[in-house]
């Protein structure tokens, strides 16, 4: 993930989440230390992301989205899981 990423990210972002991060979110992701921040892309177009965090032997993904699902089933939901506003948790699988 570049700086110049991230406009086609906040698409991605406003459709995915009631709570979307901010450009500023994305972008101090993009220049922090210890943090690991990459896009996927499908011909010149990006359709994911994923923000992770780590420390030695510990990581946190801290956002992960993909564009319309793009193969992406869900496998199982987890109630309430998201409070303000509360919403379910989609777990999802995809194959590679």
Do not use: Q
């Amino acid at each position: 993930m570049v700086e110049e990423d991230i406009p086609g990210i906040m698409g991605i972002e406003r459709s995915s989440f009631s709570t979307p991060w901010s450009e500023i979110s994305f972008l101090s992701e993009v220049y922090k230390k210890n943090a690991f921040s990459n896009v996927a892309f499908f011909e010149e177009n990006i359709i994911g992301y994923i923000c992770v965090n780590y420390l030695l032997h510990e990581s946190h993904i801290l956002n992960l989205a993909v564009h319309e699902r793009f193969g992406f089933r869900v496998e199982s939901i987890r109630k309430k899981y998201y409070t303000n506003p509360d919403e379910d948790a989609l777990l999802m699988m995809g194959r590679i």
